[in-house]
Antibody
Framework: QVQLQESGPGLVKPSETLSLTCTVS????????WGWIRQPPGKGLEWIGY???????NYNPSLKGRVTISQDTSKNQFSLQLTSVTAADTAVYYC???????????????WGQGTLVTVSS | DIQMTQSPSSLSTSVGDRVTITCRAS??????LNWYQQKPGKAPKLLIY???SLQSGVPSRFSGSGSGTDFTLTIRSLQPEDFATYYC?????????FGQGTKLDIK
């Protein structure tokens, strides 16, 4: 059974770079798509982006080019970097496997437990 | 971006009730619609994919229906563990977007 676990700093200063890693166990990242979703405290969910094992990526335009998702297949991990953070980037960040059956029929499952990242000086 | 609007935003219900949550898309998304359940402090969990397909391991009291712009999630005979927040999500086009959530409270 595939499990995902986020890790990284819980506090980031404004204007700096948020960096998180998702470690996948119980399965290889050398298949499927892998994504990041975030949830500001008390608010709804926002899709950040995904990476395919081939290395191709897709990002939410709302993040205005600040986001990069990469992978390390030797460690079975994928990572999120978000630059120039502000308080608006404070959120619980989730990683998830992104299953694609055919274009359009795709969903996030399973999810990691999430990690709270606070942007504050 | 496709806007997803859920109604109601919150609902006070009782164990044993039949509950229906509605999700409306701002444009036709065919059946590219998923439903998730989120409990406090936990990650969302996939319940329904492709509008009406039940994810493995999810109780059969959950069902989904709809296509185009209007979708529903129905919980037949609400159980204590079902009190949570429910989100719809469209997978028709990028960026993927979620509804604002529907919170089920105990009456």
């Amino acid at each position: 059974q595939v499990q995902l676990q986020e890790s990284g700093p819980g506090l980031v200063k404004p204007s700096e770079t948020l960096s998180l890693t998702c470690t996948v166990s119980g399965g290889s990242i050398n298949s499927y798509y892998w994504g990041w979703i975030r949830q500001p405290p008390g608010k709804g969910l926002e899709w950040i982006g995904y990476i395919f094992y081939s290395g191709s990526t897709n990002y939410n335009p709302s993040l205005k080019g600040r986001v990069t998702i990469s992978q390390d297949t030797s460690k079975n991990q994928f990572s999120l970097q978000l630059t120039s953070v502000t308080a608006a980037d404070t959120a619980v960040y989730y990683c998830a496997r992104y299953t694609v059956v055919v274009p359009g029929y795709n969903w996030f499952d399973p999810w990691g437990q999430g990690t709270l990242v606070t942007v504050s000086s | 971006d496709i806007q997803m609007t859920q109604s109601p935003s919150s609902l006070s219900t009782s164990v044993g009730d039949r509950v229906t949550i509605t999700c409306r898309a701002s444009q036709n998304i065919s059946s590219y619609l998923n439903w998730y359940q989120q409990k406090p402090g936990k990650a969302p969990k996939l319940l329904i994919y492709a509008a009406s397909s039940l994810q493995s391991g999810v109780p059969s009291r959950f069902s989904g229906s709809g296509s185009g712009t209007d979708f529903t999630l129905t919980i037949r005979s609400l159980q204590p563990e079902d009190f949570a927040t429910y989100y719809c999500q469209q997978s028709y086009s990028f960026p993927y977007t979620f509804g604002q959530g529907t919170k089920l409270d105990i009456k």
